[in-house]
C-alpha cells in the first residue's frame, strides 16, 4: 500500500519548511535511510530522511516551495500504484502516513510548542453566543486576544474542531486586514494604502520574502515580549583581572579563549549558586534546572540561532571555547542539528564585538532570564583615590518578573561580577 509522506516536525519552533533540493524523481527507487531531500527549516537545512521502501510515485511540493508542517509533499508506493484517493485526501490523518523523522534531542526536554499545546489542553473557551459556540485553548485565546483576533473567524483544527496555537499562527499569516493601533496613529486602511502604494519621484524600494528564520523569530520573539513581564538589572564590571587572566591561558592554550568564553564560563558558576535564576516558567508551575545549559546567541545574514553548551559549569574554558567554536562553524554552514539548540536553560547575548557598549535584550523562551553583554572598554576609573584607566564591560540581565524577582537577579549579577573580578575563583 502506497504510503503519505509529510512535512515533519524537525524542532520544536517548525511551523512550515522549505523544499530546498529533492535528491530524488518520480521514478526512482527508494529504500529506509534514503535522504529524499534538503529541507531548510527555522534553524538550518536538514536532510530529509526516507523510512519507506518502494518507488517514489509522486512528488507534491516544487524546489524552493514552502510547506506547512503536516503537509503532503512526497507518495512512495509499488511501482504503477494507482495513488488518486491518497491525493486527495486533505487532511491531517495519519491512517496512512509516514513522517520522515527528524534527528531527536537524547537530553529530556519538552518543545516550546509542545508546552504551551499542553498548558491548553484541559480547559475550552466558549464563544459567548448559543448558536456559535467557539471552542479554544487558553493560550489561543490569549494569543487571539493579543493580537486582536476574533476566534469566529478563525477554523479549528484540534480535536472536534478546537482552536489551538497553531491555528492562530497560520492565521496571522494568512490575515488581509490589520486591526487599526489603539492610539490613533493610523488605521487599517492608511496602512494598506501606504502598502500598496507606488514609489514616489526619487524613491525605491524592495519587499524581502521572509526566510523561516525571521519568521520563527518575529513570532517567538513577539510571544515573549508580550507574554513575559520583562525587567532589567544593568551592572558595569570590572574586567582588569579578566583581560590579565586571558592573556596568560592564550599563551598556552591549545585554543583562543575569548571574552565571551571568560563571560560564558563565569555566568555558567553563578547559575550554581543561583538556581532560580536558571529556571523556566511553564504556566502552571516554574521548573528549576538542575542541569545548566548555556544557550549562545550567533548572528548570522539570515537572523538569529542559538546554540547551547551542555553542562556549562562541568567543562573547562578551553571546552567552552572550542565547542563555541564548533557551533559558530556550523551555524554559518546551516549544519546545526536540533540537539544543537534545544534545552537551554539560560541564554547569553554578546554584542561587544560590534562596539555596542550595553543593550537590552529579549528573554528566550522558556528561560526566565538572558543577559545582554556589551564590549570590554577602557575608561577613567577612581582606585584608591586616584585617577587610573580601567577596563570594563556593561551587562543587562533581563528577568522574567513571573519567575526572579529584582534582588535574586541582583544577587546573580554580584555574583558573576565576583567571578571576572577573581577569574581564579571560576577554576576552584
Known amino acids: ?93 495519519k491512517a496512512s502516513t509516514t513522517h520522515p523523522e527528524a534527528p531527536s534531542n537524547p537530553e529530556t526536554s519538552v518543545p516550546m510548542a509542545s508546552k504551551e499545546e499542553h498548558q491548553g489542553s484541559t480547559d475550552e473557551h466558549q464563544g459567548s453566543t448559543d448558536e456559535h459556540r467557539v471552542k479554544a485553548s487558553p493560550l489561543a485565546k490569549k494569543m487571539a486576544a493579543d493580537l486582536g483576533l476574533s476566534l469566529s473567524q478563525i477554523q479549528g483544527t484540534g480535536d472536534h474542531g478546537r482552536i489551538v496555537r497553531r491555528d ?24 494598506s494604502a501606504y502598502l500598496n502604494r507606488a514609489a514616489g519621484q526619487g524613491e525605491s524600494f524592495k519587499d524581502m520574502p521572509l526566510s523561516q528564520m525571521r519568521k520563527t523569530i518575529a513570532r517567538r520573539l513577539s510571544e515573549s515580549k508580550n507574554a513575559a513581564p520583562h525587567f532589567y538589572l544593568t551592572m558595569e564590571i ?39 535564576v536558571n529556571s523556566s516558567w511553564l504556566g502552571d508551575r516554574i521548573r528549576q534546572n538542575d542541569h ?54 539560560f541564554t547569553i547575548s554578546n554584542l561587544g564585538m560590534f562596539g555596542i557598549e550595553a543593550f537590552t535584550a529579549i528573554i528566550n523562551p522558556p528561560d526566565a532570564c538572558i543577559m545582554a553583554v556589551g564590549a570590554v572598554r577602557e575608561c577613567p576609573v577612581v582606585r584608591n583615590g586616584q585617577l587610573e584607566i580601567g577596563q570594563r564591560m556593561t551587562v543587562t540581565l533581563s528577568c522574567d518578573h513571573r519567575v526572579v524577582d529584582g534582588a535574586t537577579g541582583a544577587a546573580f549579577l554580584q555574583s558573576f561580577a565576583l567571578m571576572l573580578r577573581d577569574p581564579v575563583s571560576m577554576l576552584l
Do not use: C
Open 238 to 276: 570590572d574586567m582588569d583581572q579578566a583581560v590579565e587572566a586571558r592573556a596568560r591561558l592564550n599563551q598556552n592554550s591549545p585554543v583562543k579563549i575569548s571574552v565571551n568564553d571568560l563571560v560564558i564560563k563565569a555566568a555558567a558558576m553563578a547559575l550554581r549558586q543561583h538556581p532560580v
Open 292 to 345: 545548566i545549559h548555556i544557550g549562545v546567541a550567533m548572528a548570522l545574514p539570515e537572523g538569529l540561532v542559538v546554540p547551547v553548551l551542555r553542562f556549562a559549569d562541568q567543562k573547562n574554558l578551553v571546552q567552552l571555547a572550542s565547542q563555541s567554536k564548533d557551533f559558530a562553524a556550523k551555524a554559518r554552514e546551516k549544519k546545526l542539528q536540533p540537539q544543537d539548540w534545544e534545552g537551554n536553560t
Open 168 to 191: 492562530i499562527e497560520n492565521y496571522q499569516g494568512s490575515a488581509v486586514s490589520v486591526t487599526p493601533p489603539a492610539s490613533g496613529l493610523g488605521t487599517s486602511m492608511d496602512l
Open 1 to 93: 500500500m502506497a504510503e503519505i509522506i509529510r512535512m515533519p516536525k524537525m524542532s520544536d519552533t517548525m511551523t512550515e519548511g522549505v523544499i530546498v533540493a529533492w535528491n530524488k524523481k518520480v521514478g526512482d527507487p527508494v529504500k529506509s535511510g534514503d535522504i529524499l531531500a534538503e529541507v531548510e527549516t527555522d534553524k538550518a537545512t536538514m536532510e530529509l530522511e526516507n523510512y519507506v521502501k518502494g518507488t517514489l510515485l509522486h512528488i507534491g511540493v516544487e524546489q524552493g516551495q514552502a510547506v506547512p508542517v503536516d503537509a503532503i509533499i512526497a507518495i512512495v508506493g509499488k511501482e504503477g500504484e494507482d495513488i488518486s484517493s491518497l491525493l486527495s485526501s486533505k487532511g491531517p490523518s
